[in-house]
């Protein structure tokens, strides 16, 4: 992909093919699209709304499904779904007197989503939101905004646990 490349598409901005790809009807990538691959993986709300509680630090199945407000058997299926695909590990934990139950951590494949959570939300703050958003995500150490951008060279990475998440004093409920 040419990060810095784009070209006029009915009136929108599309980005450009290389020579031997520009024109269309001779190639395809079929279910080769990563971008599908991934909508198949994040493929319900339930799924999505993990990944988020995750990230915001949640673990344990119980408030995996307070937190999001699903069904316990859509939470269930969410997280077989994610573990399978190898975004979240299971850890065992036992409270005193009681049986062992497993915590839900991301791997490493599941922290790599976070660009993603993050320009969606990015996205959704811009365009849904009214410029209210309810949350905002800043470095932790400075309070500068965190952005998702397209580059074409490599910047310096925020991890995740440099992110503050803040309310934002802006938003007000409807």
Known sequence: MLANASVSY???????FEERLCDRDTWSIGDGCSAARVLDLLSTKTVFLVVRECFYGTTRFDDFV???GASAPAVSRALKQLKAA????????REPGSRARDEYRLTQ??????????SLMQWGDKH????RPPL?????????????RV???PAPETACDDIEIRLNPAWQRD
């Open 109 to 118: 494949a599941g922290e790599d989503l976070l660009p993603v959570f993050l």
């Open 136 to 148: 905002s995500f800043v470095e932790a150490g400075t309070g500068r905004p965190i952005q998702v």
């Open 128 to 131: 849904l939101q009214d410029g």
């Open 66 to 68: 307070t937190r999001i």
């Open 151 to 153: 580059i074409a060279e």
């Open 86 to 93: 190898g975004i979240v590990a299971p850890v065992v934990y």
């Open 10 to 16: 009915n009136g929108g901005v599309a980005m450009k």
